[in-house]
């Protein structure tokens, strides 16, 4: 039988909860966002100040200049994280099958409800209704018969919106999507697609699968499959995290400690970028390699403190790097792991300072 996925995602969740709970911000352009030591930058806009042009990952500085008028707070990430674990507890109310991708957005598998008398749609907007009636705080779904489509949907009308996709519409939807809108593509593949002049899904489909394949390894497959609004993969239920790593397969054998680092320098950004969102920390960085005759390395170090930053985590990946680096032998393979996690929003509250 076909699936029904709702994917469901807060709207604007850091400032419309500091909406919530200050009624002077409401109807303003609300910034929330850090400034540590290093580098301050805007974690989320209200709808308000995302009309400035203001968004999420901007330097604070950018945004203020684009935007001097608005009202700059700090994250309080236990009020976010207060407000997670009602809707969490709500998604679980109408089914076991919930996979959470951050506090604020999830994939539910609702098929078991639907029927003749009930669309997956009307379960979206009850349990949006629940969310609101608990929290104040309003959401957007997508709805659809696999993750990535409902994922695509739920951004199609924000804020508060609903959307459906399903087989009459899905291929126009797909062709007209820009290629970064695509779940999976990143910032790195994105680029590559524009260089190959794909800026659309509609382009994308114009491509063989062997062509991508070529052009993007594994992936290639998954893609040509994405043009055409075929996913199967299932949710991942099990959240219970006991590390989070990145790792990257080269398509060639490299040796160059320079090219090497900078791509233990990215993945040390998505090892972070990850962390962020789940508000942990680690104690233990993993640097694991994969010589060119595909035996793996691995070594890790416990840190002082736990981390979570990028710099800090690439400060031990990098000397784990040269620990275990043979100059003589090429690498197919490398991946950056923290460990031992724990909940760091008590540490956050203090590395972050007032605007
Ligand atoms: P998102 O769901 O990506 O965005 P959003 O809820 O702010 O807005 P939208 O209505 O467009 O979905 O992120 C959820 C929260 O995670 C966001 O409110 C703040 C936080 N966040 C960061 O701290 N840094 C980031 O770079 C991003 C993208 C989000």
């Known amino acids: ?145 696999n993750k990535y489509l409902a994922k695509i949907a739920s951004g199609m009308n924000k804020p508060a919106g609903t959307t459906v996709i399903h087989y009459d519409n899905v291929q126009d939807i797909l062709f007209r999507l820009d290629i970064g809108d695509f779940p999976g593509v990143g910032r790195v593949t994105e680029e590559k697609m524009k260089s190959l002049d794909i800026h659309t899904g509609e382009d994308l489909y114009q491509w063989s699968e062997a062509a991508l394949i070529e052009q993007f390894g594994k992936k290639g497959a998954s893609l040509h499959q994405k043009a055409r609004g075929i996913g199967t993969s299932e949710l991942k239920v099990e959240r219970v995290r006991k590390s989070i790593g990145k790792e990257t397969t080269f398509n060639y054998d490299i040796n160059e400690d320079e090219e090497i680092l900078k791509v233990i320098e990215e993945l040390c950004g998505k090892v972070s970028a990850r962390l962020e969102l789940q508000q942990f920390a680690g104690k233990v960085v993993t640097v694991k390699m994969k010589t060119a005759d595909y035996v793996s390395h691995t070594r890790q170090m416990m840190t002082n403190n736990p981390v979570f930053t990028e710099d800090e985590i690439y400060r031990y990946a990098y000397s784990l790097y040269h620990e275990l680096k043979d100059p003589d032998v090429p690498i197919r393979l490398i991946g950056v792991t923290v460990s031992q996690l724990s909940d760091r929003t008590y540490r956050n509250l203090t590395i972050y300072d007032f605007m």
């Open 1 to 145: 039988m076909e699936r029904r996925i709702i994917h469901i995602d807060m709207d604007a969740f850091y400032a419309q909860v500091e909406q919530r709970d200050n009624p002077s911000y409401r109807g303003k352009p609300v910034i929330v966002g850090g400034k540590s030591a290093s580098r301050g930058v805007v974690a989320t806009a209200s709808y308000e100040a995302r009309k400035f042009g203001v968004h999420s990952a901007m330097p604070t500085k950018q945004a203020y200049k684009l935007c001097p008028d608005g009202i700059y707070v700090r994250p309080r990430f236990d009020q976010y994280k207060a407000v997670s674990k009602q809707i969490m507890d709500i998604f679980l109310s109408y089914t076991e099958i919930v996979e959470p991708l951050s506090l604020d957005e999830a994939y539910l598998d609702i098929t078991h409800l639907v029927s003749r008398d009930r669309s997956a749609q009307s379960v979206a907007l009850d349990i949006q209704r629940d969310i609101f009636d608990a929290t104040r705080l309003t959401s957007s779904s997508g709805v659809s018969y």
